[in-house]
């Protein structure tokens, strides 16, 4: 019973982030610290932190 609960609950997030995708939401988007930091170039490379430099949003 605990394992179909545990289907459902991820079944029913997998549904929330594809229909808000098809709403015309855009994707999910990773932090600083993931993807967007490239090996050997640390956070010095992430738009994020970047922005936060220059004094932008």
């Known amino acids: ?3 179909i609960f545990g289907i459902g609950v991820f079944g029913l997030a997998a549904l929330g ?3 808000g995708l098809a709403l015309g ?3 999910v ?3 600083c610290g993931g993807a ?3 090996a050997g170039e640390g956070c010095a490379a992430c ?3 970047r922005a936060d430099r220059e004094g932008g949003a």
Do not use: H, Q, T, Y
């Open 1 to 3: 019973m605990e394992v």
């Open 17 to 19: 982030l594809g229909l």
């Open 25 to 27: 939401r855009g994707p």
């Open 29 to 31: 988007k990773g932090s």
């Open 36 to 38: 967007s930091c490239m």
């Open 47 to 49: 738009p994020r932190a």
